[in-house]
């Protein structure tokens, strides 16, 4: 039977100290990540929104309560993703945000989480913008990172924003230990097709990028 959650008198129940309580007290593998993750290392690009967009993932098979997914959290719209896009524990650290010790996405595996909502929450429009800040990530961690990727978009998609910045970690990976697959995938629509990646992205993006052909 599933339990709710006490809150002291004149206490008031944050989505951060419910976060903290999922992950120290329940042990549940959940995690913030994705655009939310960047936001907190400085990597992202902040947008004043009247309600503050959180980003969390956890594994396909982890059951969140129900009173954590449904409780009408005033400062911040919570966006849960489940997926096993990415092995669990591969690039998840340990954070103080916000005065809590929460698990949360390394930068470089908060870029692959943004990469894999393209679509969904993201565009890639927005997307090429944020990776401006991707190119000091580490390249043992990028390499680690997309062996083990699950998704062929994600992994084709990073490392076509690596190149178009030409970043340093880019230059250093070891392409032939990174299974990237057969068959062209379109980002939305498609229409300017990329060799080296066996990508089509939009003309009007195409048309801005740098080393794509």
Known sequence: MEQGVFCLPGSTITWKGALYA????????VHLGG??????YGLGHFLSLSVQKIFLFKLSKERLPHWFKKLPWKEAELIISS????EEKIGIEKEVFQGLDLSISSPERAALEVIYLLGKHHTLE?????????VNF???VMQDLLEKCNSKKVKRTAMMLG?????KWFNR??????ELGNGIIQLE???HYIKDFNLSIPKKIASHTRCLS
């Open 22 to 29: 999922l992950q120290n007290h329940l042990n549940k593998r």
């Open 35 to 40: 655009r939310t993750a960047l936001e907190f």
């Open 83 to 86: 997926t096993n896009v990415i």
């Open 126 to 134: 927005e997307i090429f913008l944020l990776s401006e800040n991707f």
């Open 138 to 140: 580490r390249p043992k």
């Open 163 to 167: 190149k178009h910045h030409q970043a």
């Open 173 to 178: 990976l070891d392409l032939n230990k990174i």
């Open 189 to 191: 629509g498609g229409g």
